[in-house]
């Protein structure tokens, strides 16, 4: 294994850890389904208690938000600038359209540009309807380096 093999192994490790460690995460079960240098795929099944809008069945805007975080954390995390760390500055989320009742909502998150001191976002949630997003979200996170 070369060293970046290793250094990327490693980034992925601490990126699955990051999602494991925040309660909040393992609460809606969110899974980590792919990581790689700076991009990060996180699903969220569906669950009665997550639900918005009882009459509907919608999940909560909320529930979809914390995903969208969460998944922008882990992409910054796997980044291959040797960051250690991360917490979110701002996070604009804008929603498309309600997600299916029943569907699974998975979100994707790149993180296009590391500075000094702030990582940048970008992030889509899709439910089983591939083609139209359920929502999109640009963000900025501290950058925390390995020392």
Do not use: W
Request: glycine share 8%.
């Amino acid at each position: 294994m070369t060293e970046t093999d290793t250094r990327s192994a490693d980034k992925a490790r601490i990126a699955r850890q990051f999602i494991e460690a925040i309660p909040f995460s393992q609460a809606l079960r969110m899974s980590l389904d792919e990581i790689g240098d700076g991009m990060a795929v996180i699903s969220m099944p569906y669950a009665d208690e997550l639900i918005g809008d009882p009459g509907t069945g919608v999940i909560h805007g909320g529930a979809v938000s914390a995903l969208m975080d969460t998944t922008g954390g882990a992409a910054v995390v796997s980044h291959p600038q040797a960051l250690a760390g991360t917490a979110t500055i701002d996070l604009r989320i804008d929603y498309m359209r309600p997600a299916t009742p029943g569907d699974t909502i998975t979100c994707k998150a790149v993180c296009y540009n590391v500075t000094r001191s702030v990582a940048f976002i970008r992030a889509a949630a899709f439910d089983g309807d591939a083609a139209r997003p359920v929502a999109s979200a640009t963000g900025a996170f501290t950058v925390e380096r390995a020392r």
